[in-house]
């Protein structure tokens, strides 16, 4: 369970601080995509090379696979329900927090709820206040591995493969 430490305002600029926010959320997420098969949705391949390279090794969905969204919507729902094993969120969804991300986001919220498939976001939120001075791309994590890995482990204690 996170800490108050995990929670405090961002605004100070202290990266440790916020390496350990981002560190913290990426660490409950892995936990969960791991032990539980939470899939994790992201945009593209090299944003799924970012979070094996911080120990993913659930499933990890590319939206950005030549499928129209229907499709995909589709499948996720076929392959992982409305719920989760927890009763909670079914899907993480994981977009860059760029404005195009931001949009995307929002889209592919929308159509899950149509379908009743509760969708996870606090990741991203996490990461968008954390991590916006460094980057607004989810590929970028893998370059930030060595900042985020110790947080990230510290809130996933079961150690995943190296990559």
């Not at 994790?40 to 590319?62: H, M, N, P, Q, Y």
């Not at 992982?80 to 977009?95: E, K, Q, S, V, W």
Request: aromatic share 6%.
């Amino acid at each position: 369970m996170r800490d108050q430490k995990h929670r405090s305002p961002l605004g100070s600029g202290n990266a440790a601080e916020r390496f350990a926010v981002a560190g913290a959320a990426l660490g409950e997420v892995r936990g969960k995509n791991r032990v539980n098969g939470f899939p994790v949705i992201v945009e593209g391949r090299r944003d799924k090379i970012a979070l094996e390279t911080l120990g993913f090794t659930g499933s990890i969905e590319v939206l950005n696979r030549g499928w129209n969204l229907e499709r995909f919507i589709t499948h996720m729902y076929e392959t992982y329900g409305t719920r989760g094993n927890d009763g909670g969120p079914a899907i993480c969804l994981l977009m860059d927090w760029d404005r195009t991300g931001g949009r995307l986001q929002n889209e592919l919220r929308r159509r899950f709820e149509s379908m009743d498939v509760k969708v996870g976001e606090t990741l991203r939120g996490e990461l968008l206040r954390a991590l916006k001075p460094e980057t607004s791309v989810v590929e970028a994590l893998s370059g930030l591995a060595p900042n985020l890995r110790p947080f990230i482990d510290e809130e996933d204690p079961v150690q995943a493969s190296e990559p």
